[in-house]
Each structure stands twice: as C-alpha cells, then as structure tokens.
C-alpha cells in the first residue's frame, strides 16, 4: 500500500466534508506533554474536573487505549462567524455556544471521514473522538503539525484559534506530518493581560479557579464572589483571550459545518430573564448551553445581576 498515497486521499476527503485542516501523527508516547500535564494536575489546574486526572497517561499514548493503534489523524473544523448578539442581550454567550452542538456535529463529520477510511481501505480499528473521551486534542493537533499551544492556552494555528478538533485513532499507518513546534505567540502577551481574573499567570496554562468559562460552564457550585466582580456580563464562557489574539483578529470567516443559531443571537436581556425551568430545553436544545441544566443557567443570570447591581452602586 502507498502510505503516501492513503495520506493524500484521506486528506482531500476531510477537506471535500469541509474540515478546516487535517493531520496525521504516529501514535507513541508523548513524554513531554504528558509531564507537562502532569505538574498542571497536581497544581490542582483542574479545580473540580476530576474526570481530568483520572488514567492520565492515555490521554498521551493512545496504545493504552487500544494497543494496535498506528496513527492519529487529528480534524479541525474552524467556527469563526460574523454573527454577533444583539447590543441589548444583556448576558453574553460564548462564540462556541451560539452555533449548533458541536459535540454532535462535528461527531458526525469524525463518523463520516472514518466509514470512508473503512470502505477505502478495511482497517480493524477505527476510534472517533470529539471531547468524549481521553484523548489530548490538542497536544496531537501540535503532533500532527497543525498549531501548538498559546500562551491562553489553547492551540494556535496561523489561521488563528477558533478551531473545534475531532480525533480519530487507527491501526492504518499512514506517514505521519511533522510535528508544529514554532511558537506562534512570540513575545506576545495580549491574553494574559486581557485575562479579567489572572487565570493565565502561568503562561501556556489556564487555572480553571480562575477561569470564568469554567465558573459558568463546568462549575456545579456556586460561583466565588471573586469570579463575580470579574464576570461583566458574561453569562456563558468567556472569549476575552481569543478576542485580543492578534492572529484571530486576522483570521478569516471560515465556518462550514456551523451556521449561528438566530433564536440566541435576537435573545434580549429580558428574554434570558424569562426563560423558566419548563422551556429551557426548547430554548437552548441545540446549543452546548443545554448542558448547563436549568439550575446553573438561573446561577450565572443571577450572578450577572449581581455584578451590574453591585457596578451601579459604585461611584462615579
């Protein structure tokens, strides 16, 4: 089999579904990374994500999650629109948030490339993934040459970060790209600047106790009133870092498999206001922010309250 020939045809394929970029890496043990991982961990970088330091090493050396495993072929889908709320919103969401799942998307574009690799070429294993599983996205983007990390954190390509990345492992080989170790960020450090809560004081990292996307979205508790004076009207994540990023500001629109949801985008603030326990499932069922549940949705709107009432109170 011309291995360089199965590369070249499974990359025209991921780019006729509509991936933004498509790399491939030989599955081995990523020594470095997972170290590197391993000090954030036991920082407690994690905060309550359990699920994070759990078998981490699997999430470097995919042999420990099946051991026939040959390559990583590593899918980024870019979401960049020019799609924006209303001024009046009142709560801001998280660019992520006001397009379709893409949990559920760009799954079914992962699904799609895999059955073409297995009717093209009959491999015994084939192993999607999208988030779902312990699997580092991003240290096999940089692996497979198509960014590396940013000083926020995530990776940057030279097409910038609004990238969602879908992972598929396999028994095929196929020649691996060479690895993208440039550092794109340079001596750069808008985002760790912009940060509003220091949650990048360690560049190339993020605290999530610091971090306001994981207090509106993954925190089940109460959100520290350290969080709150930070939050403006963030409601839902945060994009502060991506936002001041000099190579997204460049980067251009270039989202196929997501088109933004406009039941979200003409959402006033008494709109947010009003949603009740009985139709926030028809409200958000197709954004990420179904997953929030009712309770914390009514948290972080109160929260935002919290901040404007406590903002107006100050002096002039």
């Not at 954190?153 to 609004?162: A, D, H, N, R």
Request: hydrophobic letters at 40%; one cysteine or more.
């Amino acid at each position: 089999m011309d291995t360089a020939a199965v590369k070249e045809e499974i990359h025209l394929e991921a780019m006729h579904l509509g991936f933004s970029k498509c790399g491939f890496a030989s599955s081995r043990f990523l020594a470095e990374d997972f170290s590197r991982y391993e000090t954030l961990i036991a920082e407690n970088y994690h905060a309550e994500m359990l699920y994070l330091g759990k078998e981490p090493q699997k999430r470097f050396y995919p042999s420990l999650i099946h051991p026939v495993i040959r390559t990583v072929i590593v899918l980024m889908a870019g979401y960049k629109t020019q799609a924006q709320q209303r001024k009046d919103a009142g709560y801001i969401i998280s660019k992520y948030a006001l397009i379709p799942d893409y949990h559920i998307i760009m799954m079914d574009q992962v699904k799609k490339l895999s059955s073409f690799i297995d009717g093209k070429y009959h491999p015994k294993i084939l192993l999607n993934f999208v988030d779902t599983g312990p699997i580092s996205e991003k240290a096999w983007a940089r692996q497979a040459g198509l960014g590396n990390f940013g000083k926020n954190s995530l990776i940057i390509t030279p097409e910038g970060s609004y990238f969602f990345i879908g992972i598929i492992l396999t028994d095929l080989f196929v020649d691996p790209d060479e690895p993208f170790y440039e550092d794109l960020c340079h001596d750069c450090d808008l985002c760790v600047k912009a940060c509003p809560t220091q949650a990048l004081h360690k560049p190339y990292a993020v605290d999530a106790r610091l971090c306001i996307s994981y207090h509106t979205i993954e925190n089940k508790k109460d959100i520290p009133a350290s969080i709150v004076e930070k939050m403006g009207t963030k409601m839902y994540g945060c994009d502060v870092c991506q936002e001041v990023c000099p190579l997204n500001r460049r980067q251009a629109v270039n989202s196929v498999f997501f088109s933004p949801l406009s039941s979200l985008l003409d959402m006033r603030a008494k709109d947010f206001e009003a949603v009740g326990p009985t139709d926030f499932k028809q409200r958000f069922h197709e954004s990420s922010m179904l997953r929030l549940g009712y309770r914390r949705y009514k948290r972080n709107i109160e929260a935002v309250k919290k901040m404007a009432a406590s903002e107006r109170k100050r002096p002039s």
